[in-house]
């Protein structure tokens, strides 16, 4: 069956480069998420990325898709203590069934 | 633009009780999903819907839990006879039919049963 797993938990200094990692194993994963969840709210999508894609950009944040591997990562630049939240690594087959399978997510820990 | 909208955000009931969860798509939305978020896990899928139908119910458990999508107004998640076990965090999404990749999600709704 569809499994995503992630690290429990990640710090790191203001200022310093974050790098948050997912690993999958279903083959047929389409769309791989990123999603942030701060406490007692819901979660926003930050960025996607399509399976026949390698890298995805977007400001100060980095998506690296390692399909052989099955390997997702999330790269945030310049990390701020506003970055301090969960983050949850999500994929779906997308064709047929729709749903998104999440991770458990990472928290991140931001120290000034 | 309005986000996705869920009511109550917070909600408690008693055991055997029934918890009734709202949800407004965002404008334009057709699709609707409910996810459930036990305390320090991630998402678990429940239920997909579209206007009058429910397209994958897989995640659902098979007894107290319905869900519904009508023409007009909100889709509600429905929970009879709650026990403690249903105390969680119910999240609800939508997606627009031209962009079924993206699913943006509401707030939540905290369910905390007595």
């Known amino acids: 069956g569809e499994d995503v797993e992630q690290s429990l938990f990640l710090s790191v200094r203001e200022g310093d480069s974050s790098v948050i990692n997912c690993t999958y194993t279903d083959s047929s994963s389409t769309y791989l998420y990123w999603y942030k969840q701060e406490p007692g709210a819901g979660l926003q999508l930050l960025t996607y990325i399509f399976s026949n894609m390698d890298m995805k950009q977007d400001q100060r944040l980095t998506v690296l898709l390692n399909k052989k591997d099955k390997h997702l990562s999330l790269r945030i630049a310049d990390t701020q203590t506003g970055d301090s939240a969960i983050y949850f690594c999500?994929?779906?087959?997308?064709?047929?069934?729709?749903?998104?399978?999440f991770g458990s997510g990472t928290r991140l820990q931001v120290q000034p | 633009n309005a986000g996705v909208m869920q009511n109550p955000r917070h909600l408690v009931r008693r055991r055997g009780q029934e918890a009734r969860l709202r949800c407004s798509p965002m404008?334009?939305?057709?699709?609707v999903y409910w996810y459930r978020q036990l305390p320090e896990e991630g998402l678990k899928f429940m239920v997909y819907?579209?206007?009058?139908?429910?397209?994958?119910e897989s995640g659902m458990p098979k007894e107290r839990f319905s869900a519904e999508f009508p023409k007009e107004g909100p889709s509600i998640l429905r929970i009879q006879q709650v026990v403690r076990g249903d105390s969680a965090a119910y999240f609800c999404?939508?997606?627009?039919?031209?962009?079924?990749?993206?699913?943006?999600f509401g707030p939540g709704t905290r369910l905390l049963v007595l």
């Open positions: 999404a939508s997606s627009p039919w031209d962009r079924q990749e993206t699913q943006y």
């Open positions: 999500a994929e779906t087959a997308y064709t047929g069934r729709r749903a998104l399978t």
């Open positions: 819907l579209q206007k009058e139908n429910i397209i994958d």
């Open positions: 404008k334009g939305h057709s699709h």
